[in-house]
């Protein structure tokens, strides 16, 4: 099962900056949180991801909650190709590799 | 573009037939990954290599199911006998290990299989 919970939609108006909450309450102490999005019909697409300071990088802001339990994905002025399924995950890294657990994200709409 | 690749984009078959895809990660990558993705749900993992080791899989890969990553590169994914409920999307991700990488996975366009 998915470690994460998130909200199951989201509406942001374009140009705005779209906030998209993640849970993850029962994060280990070397778990990274990943985003991921998915534009219909193409495969997830890597955001951004971060242990424990909050990264930002060309796409997005990640801002991790000091305990860790919480995050929020920032995209500071969102356009329409914003529009798609964000998944939050957590996962550890290790020299075995570990596959993604996915739930099922949070379907942003961008509205012009 | 150096991304990953799959082959074929959309596959459709009878029920019964055999089908093979075909993901190549992006250079260099050791580690190739198989998910499975329904409609309305999030990806699931199938199975991974680390170089051409196929070192974990999924309870959803049946014995109906083999993949394989002979040289350490390109990778394939056969289904026997399909089914309709193997209808779905095929993803292939790739991502480098090593003690300085994060491993993060990257992914393909994807397969989608229809079974009638």
């Known amino acids: 099962d998915a470690k994460t919970t998130q909200p199951p939609s989201m509406d942001c108006a374009e140009g705005r900056a779209a906030n998209l909450p993640c849970n993850h309450s029962?994060?280990?102490?070397?778990?990274?949180v990943y985003w991921y999005r998915q534009i219909h019909s193409q495969g997830p697409q890597y955001i951004i991801h971060g242990l424990k300071n909050n990264e930002t990088n060309e796409m997005a802001s990640l801002i991790i909650t000091e305990d860790r339990k919480s995050s929020t994905l920032i995209l500071p002025h969102a356009t329409l190709r914003d529009t798609a399924v964000y998944y939050c995950i957590v996962r550890v890294h290790d020299n075995y590799g570990q596959n993604f657990v996915f739930g099922p994200g949070t379907r942003l709409s961008v509205l012009p | 573009d150096t991304g990953v690749s799959q082959d074929p984009r959309h596959k459709i078959t009878k029920r019964g037939q055999n089908v093979t895809f075909r993901c190549d990660p992006i250079?260099?990558?050791?580690?190739l990954y198989w998910y499975r993705q329904t409609l309305g749900q999030g990806p699931e993992f199938l199975t991974y290599f680390q170089n051409e080791a196929q070192l974990e899989k999924s309870r959803l890969l049946s014995d109906r199911f083999s993949a394989e990553r002979p040289k350490g590169s390109f990778s394939t994914l056969e289904i026997q006998r399909t089914e309709q409920g193997d209808s779905a999307m095929y993803l292939c991700?790739?991502?480098?290990?090593?003690?300085?990488?994060?491993?993060?996975?990257?992914f393909g366009p994807g397969t989608r299989l229809t079974v009638l």
């Open positions: 029962t994060i280990s102490g070397n778990e990274y």
């Open positions: 991700a790739s991502s480098l290990s090593s003690g300085t990488s994060t491993d993060t996975q990257y």
């Open positions: 250079s260099e990558h050791n580690r």
